[in-house]
């Protein structure tokens, strides 16, 4: 069956080391997105992608990146960790504008 | 851009009670309205969907939800709520003008008591 993973499922890491959470997906799905929940915020999108190569800022892109270099694969980056980026990262992607999406199984990071 | 207001932080209800969830949003196009839910340390699982058609759409585990354009609402309900139906729930909505973002709400808890 296809799905979608993320990995790490939890990690600890120190103020200003570069972090990178993996999503992978099997859907074969052109859009991948990446957002973040907060107790009192819901989930915010981080960065999102409509196909390889492409990449754009969500409402809260500051200090992340992300890369497209295939169809399955959206890493994101944390630059430099900051504590305000601990936080539960879930990873998405969907078919097309109709159908729903589908979620990963999140990763816990704690930044201290 | 898109938008989704759910007012109540935490939703309690009896077992078999009627379950509502409320939702309301904003967007620039025609709305495309998502409910999931989220079970403690796990990911959003869809629930149901509107894109057009018929206002009222049923979805998993034996809930609906009923699209008003008018109110711009997108309540969700269950007839008879369970004590399994305890998690967060979210609403999301895409905007038709061709965005693919889903924006979500807050999302609200909810609280079967047996």
């Known amino acids: 069956d296809a799905e979608i993973t993320q990995s790490p499922r939890h990690k600890i890491t120190e103020t200003g080391r570069q972090v990178t959470l993996a999503c992978h997906q099997t859907?074969?799905?052109?859009?991948m997105f990446w957002y973040r929940q907060d107790l009192g915020h819901g989930l915010r999108l981080i960065h999102y992608?409509?196909?390889?190569?492409?990449?754009n800022k969500g409402e809260v892109s500051d200090g992340y990146s992300v890369s497209r270099s295939n169809t399955e694969d959206l890493p994101l980056t944390l630059e430099s960790a900051a504590s305000s980026q601990t936080s539960v990262y879930f990873c998405?992607?969907?078919?097309?504008?109709?159908?729903?999406?589908?979620f990963g199984q999140g990763t816990r990071l704690t930044v201290v | 851009a898109q938008s989704v207001a759910q007012p109540e932080d935490q939703v309690n209800v009896a077992e078999g009670n009627p379950l509502t969830v409320k939702c309301t949003y904003s967007?620039?196009?025609?709305?495309?309205l998502f409910w999931y839910v989220q079970y403690p340390n796990r990911g959003l699982q869809f629930l149901l969907k509107?894109?057009?058609?018929?206002?009222l759409v049923k979805g998993s585990y034996g809930f609906e939800a009923e699209f008003n354009k008018s109110q711009t609402s997108f309540h969700l309900k269950k007839p008879s709520a369970l004590v399994s139906d305890s998690a967060l729930y979210f609403c999301?909505?895409?905007?038709?003008?061709?965005?693919?973002?889903?924006?979500f709400g807050k999302g609200n808890q909810v609280v079967v008591i047996p």
């Open positions: 967007v620039s196009g025609n709305p495309y």
């Open positions: 999301a909505v895409r905007d038709g003008n061709g965005n693919n973002r889903l924006a």
């Open positions: 859907w074969n799905h052109n859009n």
């Open positions: 998405a992607s969907s078919e097309n504008l109709n159908t729903e999406a589908f």
């Open positions: 509107y894109i057009t058609g018929d206002n």
């Open positions: 992608s409509y196909g390889v190569q492409d990449t």
